[in-house]
């Protein structure tokens, strides 16, 4: 027994606790669990929102036009229905991001418990994600775009301001904004699938 060990003091190895992490586990799967958790905790309010806001749109509708001459508020409505008319769309999208949210919490979950099965889950989101985003691009481009370029004309028609091409304008604008929102978005899945992807936290996960 080595010089000044009390005989009462058990082994060094018996000391050490199990909640302490080893130098090689990586602090990436918990960073990513819990970003996951608040991501998808965003993902369920907005998700359901998003569904919430086609159930209640003709009252929706009625607030938007309520501060217009009754005259004004039946064309404005009259122009802006094949914009309404493509919310089919939005509820099938917030129904994916609902899904999403859903993968994510899970995910999260098992991440900040170093489980395997978080990683797999978090792939099976990233996948979904993206392929979600690349939808999202598709309906802008073939649906939402020429919608809104005919929204605009009727606009432009209804206000008689012939120096102001809004359909021109409003088309090229669903088109910017909807690819550069679903660009944005997809930088998170793709960065969580490559970042625990890496072989040190693969390793650290059980």
Do not use: C
């Not at 909640?19 to 990436?28: G, L, Y």
């Not at 918990?30 to 970003?35: A, C, P, S, T, Y």
């Amino acid at each position: 027994m080595s010089q000044g060990m009390s005989p009462y003091q058990p082994p060094q190895s018996e000391m050490q606790p199990d909640t302490v992490p080893s130098a090689n586990v990586s602090a990436v799967p918990k960073v990513f669990g819990i970003l996951h958790l608040v991501f998808g905790g965003l993902g369920l309010v907005f998700g359901v929102i998003g569904i919430a806001g086609t159930v209640f749109k003709e009252k929706l509708e009625a607030m938007q036009f309520a501060a217009y001459p009754k005259e004004v508020r039946e064309g404005m409505r009259e122009a802006m229905q094949p914009l309404y008319e493509t919310q089919k769309w939005d509820v099938l999208s917030a129904a994916g991001s609902l899904v999403l949210a859903v993968l994510l919490i899970v995910a999260g979950l098992k991440l900040v418990k170093y489980r395997t099965q978080g990683r797999k889950i978090s792939n099976i989101y990233s996948g979904l994600s993206i392929l979600h985003k690349l939808f999202g691009i598709a309906i802008v481009l073939l649906v939402k775009a020429p919608v809104m370029r005919e929204v605009g004309e009727a606009l432009e028609r209804m206000s008689g301001q012939t120096d102001v091409n809004m359909g021109a304008m409003m088309g090229p604008f669903a088109i910017i904004s909807g690819i550069a929102t679903a660009v944005v978005m997809m930088v998170y899945p793709i960065l969580s699938f490559f970042m625990l992807g890496k072989k040190q936290v693969r390793d650290s996960l059980r």
